[in-house]
Each structure stands twice: as C-alpha cells, then as structure tokens.
C-alpha cells in the first residue's frame, strides 16, 4: 500500500535538516531535489546522491547567518553588507554605495509584498545577480547555497503550494541564534579565539626572528606589480609636453611683442623677428590646442 505522509511535517523536516546543516555543520547537500531524498516517515528523511556538497567555514557560517537574519527582518542595508562581507573585489571601480542603492532599488519589490508571498530563493539570487553586476566574486560555496535553496524552495512549492521558505526556515534559525547568543556558546568562541591568539604569541618570536635574519642576509624581497603603469606614465608625459609648448608659446608671444619696436626689415608692416616669432607660437599654439581636444 502507498504510504501516506504529511507533507507539511516532512518539509519542515527538509528545511530543518538544510538549515542545520548550514549553520551547525558547515557542510550541506546542495541538490536537494526529490530525487536525492527519501522519505522514511512524516518526520524523518534520508539524504541521497552527495555529489554536489558545499562547505562553509566557520567564519563564513557566521557571515551567513547575519546575512539571513537580514533577510527575515527585511533590513536590505543589512543584506548588502552581509554580501559585501561574504564577497571578493579586485575592481578599482567598485562602488560600495552604489552597490548598496542596486540593492535597495532591487530588494525593495520582494519586501512591499507578504511574508506568505515571499520567496528567499528569487531574492537570494537577485542579490547575487546585483553583486556580480557591480564585480563582486562571491565565493562558490555561497552560489551553491543559492543552488540548494532556489531547488528547496521549488520542491517545498511542489508538494504544497502554500509553501513558503521563509516561514519554514525562521524556527530553526531563531533556534539557532539563541544557542550563538547563549553564555556556553559565547564562552566556546572565547576559548577558541584565545587558542589562536596563544598561538600566534607562541610563534610571533620565530616568526620575527626569521624575517631579520633573512633581511640582514638580503634575502628579503618586495615584489611591486603595477596595475596600467604604462598608460600613466603616457598621460605624464603628454601633460608634461603640454605646459612646455604652452610655456613656449607664451615666451615666443612676449617675446615677439616686446620685438615690435626694432626698427628693422618689416613683414606686413611688423618687424620680421616680431613676425616670426608670432608666427611660430600661432603655430605651436595650434598644436597644443590640437592636443588638447584629443585629450
């Protein structure tokens, strides 16, 4: 006989497992498609197929979990920064600003509609479309994450229409957040962070001792790469060319006048050193007036 589940308590269970998978774990099934899950009862599941997993380390976990609180309370401000924190940019022309407006102006639709209406999938990837825009490298573990919750939030609306992702994803983050905010929890990540700090001090003297014998031994280099020197240098040097034809000209004017009063041989009536120095800045002055359209 066809067993018969409740489908509302085997997506909560789905969501749960996905979740706590991302923020106690750190590794995730990122292909959670109806064919890589088993259902053994109405709260119980059985993952298949790990071909496609994605890991997040800790610093990350709590990167992302900031990112989806965020996302719940609808703080697109947030959600920005939580993309820039999780992001990657070697552009000198990213604009943090303008990144966080295309956001605003992006988001906004998703949170002018209801909370039953809201899709975290559609909005997941709309920001991840916005950061890729404005040259964002988003590390690839966080677009598998976008992979497994667009294909969640599909099979949860595929076995009830009235899914919504959201809903079911807030319980266990708030659960999850609780226990980050919880005096063991906090007394946990303290000792970790002492641990490395112990061991940064522990090593910090080597460490140091190493890097002077190696700069007294002339061992140490400095590798300078530069990014377009070239077309800076050709920028100088057209400026620097521009102001001595510039000073030219003016000395050939000053000059050129101060020429007119000699009384020797004239050319149309100006005295022939006045005329030709006249003439030489009129045609230096052309050039530089040349190059300086062309910029």
Do not use: W
């Not at 700090?197 to 002339?218: A, C, M």
């Amino acid at each position: 006989a066809k067993a018969h589940y409740n489908k509302k308590q085997v997506l909560q269970v789905l969501v749960d497992s996905i979740f706590r998978q991302l923020f106690t774990y750190g590794i995730f099934h990122a292909d959670p498609h109806p064919g890589n899950i088993l259902v053994l009862g109405s709260s119980k599941i059985a993952f298949l197929d790990f071909g496609i997993m994605g890991h997040l380390t800790e610093s990350m976990r709590e990167k992302m979990t900031m990112l989806f609180i965020s996302f719940l309370e609808g703080d697109i401000n947030g959600v920005a920064d939580g993309i820039i924190d999780l992001g990657m940019t070697d552009s000198k022309d990213f604009n943090k600003e303008l990144f966080k407006q295309d956001v605003m102006d992006r988001l906004s639709r998703y949170y002018d509609i209801s909370l039953s209406d809201f899709k975290l999938g559609d909005a997941f990837t709309t920001v991840v479309n916005v950061a890729r825009e404005n040259g964002l490298s988003l590390p690839s573990n966080l677009v598998l994450l976008l992979k497994a919750l667009v294909t969640l939030e599909g099979l949860g609306e595929m076995l009830y229409p009235r899914f919504n992702l959201v809903q079911y994803a807030k319980p266990v983050i708030k659960e999850f957040i609780r226990k980050e905010m919880s005096i063991d929890s906090m007394k946990s990540n303290l000792i970790k962070k002492a641990k490395r700090i112990r061991h940064l001090v522990s090593v910090l003297p080597e460490q140091t001792l190493n890097f002077l014998n190696k700069l007294n031994r002339g061992e140490f280099k400095v590798e300078f790469e530069h990014k377009d020197l070239e077309s800076l240098i050709y920028q100088m040097e057209r400026t620097s060319n521009k102001i001595v034809l510039g000073v030219l000209v003016s000395a050939l004017i000053i000059g050129s006048g101060l020429a007119l009063d000699l009384k020797v041989r004239t050319i149309y009536g100006i005295p022939y050193p006045s005329f030709i120095g006249f003439f030489c800045a009129a045609v230096f002055g052309l050039s530089l007036f040349r190059q300086m359209l062309r910029r």
